[in-house]
């Protein structure tokens, strides 16, 4: 199945309206691979066919359908390791022994995807920081695609998924098999709050965080699009809160608010004093 540069470029610059989401003019193998199932669930013709329903149309569930089919999604449990080695040995003692029980801590994993990244967080804070994980800390997780959202909430993970970073003793402990899946224990799933949130258009009213999750969703964004995002970050960020970006990510020649620190191999960033 195959699209013509016309409609891919239609494409584009709907990715470009909804998502903010920059499609790389070399990239229409990715909608001819990720919208035909979507064409043959409609028991359409051809993507054209496809494309000119949404050209023909308003805004639309069909167009969203289309976006979140081609949202670039791909997470794991533990993703790069090194963040979470960090912060289970320098930031959440740093940060317990500086709030010293006057509040609980809030963390923000933005454009969260299936929910791996937010449910390692969760775990991590069972194993290692137990008094803290029931009560004392508010988990909350973002994404733009409700498709992504719904999976997260359901914490139900193939055995494909679970083999890409999910230490053994974590699966014992936290999850329970159902046939082919892998099923989230509540007590975990239900640490993690899951909201829509667009990163680019809408705003988190909450005060601050003191840990916040940005990762691998900069990389599809223009130039101004990232220097937005992260003027974002900056408003709801603790004084004394940590940055987490991808690992091909940085806030350098974009924001010079913010400080890159180091961890062992872990890279983050905290704002400047
Ligand atoms: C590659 S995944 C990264 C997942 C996870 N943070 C990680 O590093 O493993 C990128 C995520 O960004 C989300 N995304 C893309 N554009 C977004 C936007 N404008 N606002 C919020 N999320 C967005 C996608 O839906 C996708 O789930």
């Known amino acids: 199945m195959s699209i013509n540069s016309c409609d891919f470029n239609y494409l584009r ?33 051809s993507l054209g066919e496809l494309i000119s329903k949404l050209q023909t149309q308003p805004l639309s569930r069909l167009h969203i359908e289309v976006v979140e089919a081609m949202l670039l999604t791909e997470t794991s449990f533990f993703r790069d390791g090194y963040p979470f080695e960090a912060i289970a040995k320098f ?14 801590l809030n963390v923000w994993c933005a454009a969260c995807s299936s929910g791996q990244e937010p449910y390692s967080l969760a775990m991590l804070l069972c194993e290692h920081f137990p008094e803290l994980a029931h009560g004392q800390v508010q988990l909350l997780a973002t994404d733009l695609s409700s498709k992504m959202l719904d999976r997260a909430r359901e914490g139900s993970y193939s055995q494909v998924e679970i083999a890409r970073g ?21 007590c975990i799933r239900e640490m993690v709050e899951f909201r829509q949130m667009n990163l680019v258009t809408d705003s988190l009213t909450q005060s601050f965080f003191d840990i916040i999750f940005l990762r691998n969703v900069l990389i599809y964004f223009d130039v101004e699009t990232k220097k937005k995002v992260l003027d974002k970050v900056k408003q709801v960020l603790s004084p004394h809160g940590y940055l987490f970006l991808g690992s091909g990510e940085t806030t350098l020649n974009l924001d010079d608010s913010f400080q890159q620190l180091q961890f062992n191999k872990a890279v983050f960033y905290k704002l400047r004093s």
Do not use: C, T
């Not at 740093?94 to 709030?99: D, E």
């Not at 999910?166 to 509540?186: C, T, V």
């Open 166 to 186: 999910l230490p053994k003793q974590l699966l014992m402990n936290y999850f329970h098999n159902s046939g082919y899946e892998w099923q989230l224990k509540d």
């Open 13 to 45: 610059q709907l990715m470009r309206q909804y998502s903010s989401m920059v499609l790389d003019s070399d990239k229409a193998y990715l909608a001819e691979l990720r919208l035909a199932p979507l064409v043959a669930k409609m028991k359409l013709n």
């Open 91 to 104: 930031i959440l003692p740093q940060l317990i022994s500086n709030q010293r029980g006057k509040r609980r």
